[in-house]
């Protein structure tokens, strides 16, 4: 068996296509406006400054806009809730992504809560969350909803199947699950106090590696015909989970890179575009 790639960069590209004309006619009716993202990145850590980057450089090539906000390494949670105020009472800002992780002394929480809930394009905030769980409409968290499209796109079948997510964070593993569970999967989540964790990965349908751990999931604890999802990005160009040994036993994989990543950029940019849409249309 080869598996299927679900190929996420592939996947971004058509559905920047089609984003495009949704713009292009969106500024029609909007006397030329378009929607805008403002990004915030607190601090200096260049692979942040290089995803907040490529955010802005996806809202370009879909014809709409980002304002790139940066605040010093010393920004206080004051600062930061003052700022994210002033973006949520702006009217010209649609959605508004706050870079995890921010430096220690910020409270980040507090800060994703006060973003307002028809800005939260990013699906940070607690009642984004809560919303979501309860299949009542939220702009999804942007790792795990991309996630959701890539796999509604390949018709995965996820109804009564069971789906093990291995890690537990608030805007990956915790959100995801829900997807999932709102999906009609049946979900088991995993984290680092688990004990028996090769025994659970081997009874899933679809395995989901969010551990933020260079290939701690190993290929052996996956069985034949799994659908693998991998949400790991590390500088070694690898994820989480063990993909070489898998490409001719498991149904489906996303490869690293060209999966879940361009998935999450474009699930932001589209929902920006949603609140740009409510906002001008
Ligand atoms: N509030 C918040 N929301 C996020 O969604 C968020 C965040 N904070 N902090 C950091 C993580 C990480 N993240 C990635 C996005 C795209 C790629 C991506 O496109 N990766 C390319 C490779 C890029 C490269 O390194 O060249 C790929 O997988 O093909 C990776 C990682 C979003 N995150």
Wanted: proline share 5%.
């Amino acid at each position: 068996m080869t598996a299927q790639i679900l190929d996420g960069k592939a996947l971004a590209q058509q559905f920047e296509e089609e984003m495009r004309q949704r713009v292009e006619a969106l500024k029609a009716k909007a006397d030329g406006r378009t929607p805008i993202l403002a990004t915030i990145l607190v601090g200096a850590d260049p692979a942040s400054a290089t995803y907040v980057k490529m955010k802005g450089n996806a809202c370009r090539r879909v014809g709409m806009e980002s304002e790139a906000i940066e605040m010093a390494e010393s920004t206080t949670t004051e600062e930061l809730l003052a700022k994210i105020d002033e973006l949520n009472n702006n009217p010209d800002v649609h959605g508004i992504l706050l870079q995890h992780p921010v430096p220690a002394q910020i409270d980040e929480r507090a800060c994703f809560d006060a973003i307002s809930l028809e800005k939260d394009v990013d699906g940070v905030t607690c009642l984004g969350f809560g919303r979501m769980s309860m299949g009542e409409a939220a702009y999804g968290c942007a790792t795990p909803k991309g996630i959701m499209r890539l796999l509604e796109h390949y018709q995965v079948e996820m109804e009564g199947k069971h789906a093990v997510v291995v890690g537990r964070s608030a805007i990956l593993g915790k959100p995801m699950a829900m997807m999932l569970l709102e999906a009609n999967a049946t979900v088991t989540i995993c984290h680092s106090r688990t004990r028996n964790l090769a025994d659970l990965v081997k009874q899933a349908d679809i395995v989901v590696g969010a551990v933020g751990k260079p290939e701690f999931i190993k290929a052996d604890w996956i069985k034949d015909g799994a659908v693998v999802v991998d949400a790991g990005y590390h500088p070694e160009q690898c994820g989480d989970i063990e993909l070489a040994p898998l490409a001719d036993r498991v149904a489906a994989y996303t490869p690293v890179p060209g999966g879940v990543g361009p998935m999450t950029i474009n699930t932001l940019i589209f929902q920006t575009l949603q609140s740009g849409e409510k906002a001008l249309g």
